[in-house]
């Protein structure tokens, strides 16, 4: 018959919770057998717990309890039950999965095309008054974007001209063809690898802070704070991102072209002797300008796609770090995804351009 005080109190003594532990396993019968709770001076919630999982959360078949230790059971009784383990997954539960997997790749898909929807509403807007749109907002994202990437992207594009200069000068001279390193180079990094190299290193630098500072705007409430005020989220925080985006990004795409060329100059002028001066003469004439204009085109796709996502990933956050992070990660990946498949789809439809 348990008797004494069972509180948190007590039972959070190391030495009284032995005993207690001790004397509920050589009780047997647990809620087949009767209990008499009537000698026990205080019963609070860790008390009425400590008998109700040891009962197998079900009533004993005779009970003696005072009217608020009956009262404290019954409480914890009403609790919900924590659910079992879940064990291996059959069939239909597999199922049920892919299921709810394909219901959350919807409703990002829907949630996608509502945010490219607003922003083009947005965009009219903007042009019905222009004197009243965020032109701070577009300034500041327009100069974090694009003027402060300046540096990577020039680095970056200096050293892929010269690995890939260094790598085809090897072949070339085997077949006494080191003149065509100024065909090859022109057409490759023109056409796809400065505009993707460029979109690739926006998405991983851009993109990401994009998604962590509308993140922590939704962590912090501000975007709560934004609507109550009256202030459309995709007017003040989309828009202005996505136009940045969408100027700058082609702008990015000509500079890292032009470090990549560069590079590729010096590196074919050590290596094969071409001299920069042929270079610079050779280029315009087997590179044609349409190639030029299509890199500008799909470099501005480029930067809209890369800010849309950015946004849909940021207000998408939910109120806790863990999903900030999770959300940054995703953004950037599906950003570097987005800008390889519009680029792999321009390829293709355009392949009779500029060749």
């Avoid at 959360?57 to 009970?63: D, G, I, M, S």
């Avoid at 995703?330 to 950003?335: C, D, E, F, K, P």
């Amino acid at each position: 018959m348990p008797e004494g005080d069972w509180t948190a109190a007590q039972l959070s003594l190391p030495s009284v919770w032995r005993q207690v532990a001790a004397a509920l396993a050589g009780t047997r019968g647990g809620a087949t057998a009767g209990w008499d709770l009537r000698r026990i001076g205080a019963l609070d919630y860790l008390g009425a717990l400590t008998f109700w999982e040891h009962w197998g959360r079900q009533w004993p078949a005779h009970l003696e309890a005072s009217d608020e230790q009956r009262a404290m059971l019954e409480r914890v009784a009403a609790l919900p039950q924590t659910p079992p383990a879940r064990g291996p997954r059959g069939f239909l539960g597999q199922m049920d999965d892919f299921g709810v997997g394909v219901l959350g790749a919807m409703a990002q898909v829907r949630d996608f095309l509502r945010l490219m929807g607003q922003l083009l509403l947005d965009f009219l807007r903007l042009l019905r008054a222009p004197q009243a749109g965020p032109w701070r907002d577009f300034s500041g994202s327009l100069y974090r974007i694009g003027a402060q990437a300046l540096p990577i992207t020039a680095l970056v594009g200096f050293l892929i001209g010269v690995v890939l200069a260094y790598l085809m000068s090897q072949v070339l001279r085997q077949f006494g063809a080191e003149a065509f390193i100024v065909n090859i180079l022109g057409l490759a990094l023109i056409r796809e690898l400065g505009p993707l190299l460029g979109a690739v290193l926006i998405a991983g630098r851009s993109g990401s802070a994009i998604t962590a500072q509308i993140g922590v705007m939704r962590v912090t409430e501000e975007l709560d704070a934004m609507r109550v005020l009256g202030i459309a989220p995709g007017f003040r925080l989309v828009m202005p991102r996505a136009l940045a985006l969408g100027i700058a990004m082609p702008l990015i795409a000509v500079w890292t072209t032009l470090a990549a060329l560069l590079g590729g100059m010096l590196a074919a002028d050590i290596t094969l002797g071409i001299t920069p001066a042929f270079f610079l003469e050779a280029l315009p004439k087997v590179v044609r300008v349409s190639n030029l204009t299509l890199a500008m085109g799909k470099s501005v796709l480029f930067g809209v796609s890369i800010a849309l996502i950015a946004c849909h990933f940021g207000l998408r956050v939910k109120p806790n770090t863990e999903s900030l992070g999770q959300g940054t990660t995703a953004s950037v990946v599906a950003s570097i995804t987005a800008v390889i498949l519009i680029d792999a789809l321009i390829a293709v439809l355009f392949k009779s351009v500029g060749l």
